[in-house]
């Protein structure tokens, strides 16, 4: 009596069951995920639905590669049920299987693989190049709207707005505005503050405020110009495909909260430092600076 698939199972490791089929594998291959699949059943998963089906990540063909350790695991195991007679008909099954693993790995053949190998290298990198990105560019997003938000801006604009009133009614000239200086200050790395401020006190707060605005975007630069060197088309591809996945990790993960909310607070004081400073010098006797920035 021949022993069936399903009973075969129970003889090897787990890890060498599709988790999709719970059959032996043929062909284990590798998801970005880390995650261990027959060929032949990913791919039928993959024409119904593009995601990773354990960690529901984007999943294309191309990102797969072989498990070369688990195929070489494979083989050994079955060998050794194959050479064993206990209980009667393991041995032929594991013959039969044998082969089917054999066969498989001849039809995808050395070159194959390799070749295979080194484009899913590529698919992967380029995938965790695309989260990246993406992760940066929420956090570039939120300082940004932090910042528009913060109350350096808002008293800023205020105090813009009252002083545009205050020089139409009463016919003097208006200053020069202080939103425009705040900006600049707070964006603009090649500007140097004022030679009369504090080093301790507002340059340290603008450095800060600077750092905080824009490592995010230039690191998120950093991140697309390697992921365009090595593919842009593909690169582009995979940011659109990764971006409703990590956007949803971003919410459950507590370190990114924990970062967004250290570099919010950042911001918040140290836009409002910046825009004290900005008043100090707006006093009178203090505009001369201002007229500089300008």
Known sequence: MVIEGPELEEHVSQQLVCPISHRIMDMPVVSPS??????ASILAWLERRAVDPLSSAPLRAASLYPNRALQEELLEQLQRLADCDDPPGLAAAARAKLEAVLSAQRERGPQQVGAGEEIARLDVLIGRLASLSTWLGMLAWEQFLVFLTSFGTVFCLSLDTLETIRSRSGGKEARPPLL????????????EPQRNWPSFGARLTVATLRCALLLPVGSMA??????????FARFASRCLEVRPFEIERMVRHNGFTTTLQVFSSIVGLSSFGLFVRLYWD?????????????
Request: cysteine-free; aromatic content about 10%.
């Open 34 to 39: 880390g995650h261990t699949y027959d060929r």
């Open 180 to 191: 425009a200086s705040f900006l600049r200050i707070a964006v603009w790395p090649g500007l």
């Open 222 to 231: 950093l991140v697309f110009t390697l992921g365009g060197l090595l593919s």
């Open 282 to 294: 707006r006093r009178p006797g203090g505009s001369q600076s201002l007229l500089r920035l300008s």
